[in-house]
């Protein structure tokens, strides 16, 4: 039978991944899809998302953050995957 330290030790560490939980909204958006930064309007391909922390910031904790890649190659770039919308091309 579970102890009663054993239960608030698990309870901790459900409490410490839920820092780690995406933005609403952002869980929707898959890897591969055509997204635009809202901070500087640049237009890039969705890489990934997952918790990091920038080497500059320390021992900070995780937090999430999307890698976007330019369309057609170049350098990756980071932002707050709240900052991002994908974008909608209209058919003609």
Known sequence: MEQ?????????????VDW??????TERIPCGAL???LDTGQVG???D???????????QRPCPTAFVRP????REWTVPPERLRVVRRDRG
């Open 49 to 59: 998302v997952t918790p990091y922390v920038p080497p500059w910031r320390g021992d």
């Open 20 to 25: 780690l939980a995406l933005p609403r909204g």
């Open 45 to 47: 391909v969705l890489q």
């Open 4 to 16: 009663p330290s054993e239960r608030a030790a698990v309870s901790r560490r459900v409490s410490d």
């Open 71 to 74: 369309v057609g190659g170049g």
């Open 35 to 37: 997204v635009v930064d």
